[in-house]
């Protein structure tokens, strides 16, 4: 079995998620508040936390980063923007398209009280 079958079947055994933009508006006094939109509905994905040597390679360029999501679909998400799943939020600080072949996406997040 390929890597990539694998993935596969993990991520469609795995969980949904929302994927979700954010956008800055302002409250009735006129203030900036950050809030977040849906781009993508139940997104299958799965999450795992980071490993040591992941924490530490982040950790060298100043990102903090506790999980990773792994998405077998294209869904143009980009750092800033974040995954909803229940109660919790987790803000993407890298993504990467392993051997650039658009066949999966790892998303570096770090989880965020809303």
Known sequence: MSQIFLLNEIV???????????????NQMGQKKLTYSTENASV???ISPISTNETERWGRRG???????????????????????????????????????????????REEND
């Open 12 to 26: 469609n055994n795995g969980i949904t998620v929302n994927h979700q933009r954010p956008a800055t508006n302002r």
């Open 44 to 46: 299958k994905a799965w």
């Open 63 to 109: 990102i903090e980063v506790d999980h990773k999501v792994f998405i077998t679909t294209d869904i143009s998400a980009v750092i800033g923007d974040r995954f909803e799943y229940g109660s919790r939020y987790l803000i993407i600080e890298g993504v990467e398209n392993p051997a650039e072949k658009s066949m999966f996406w790892k998303f570096f997040t």
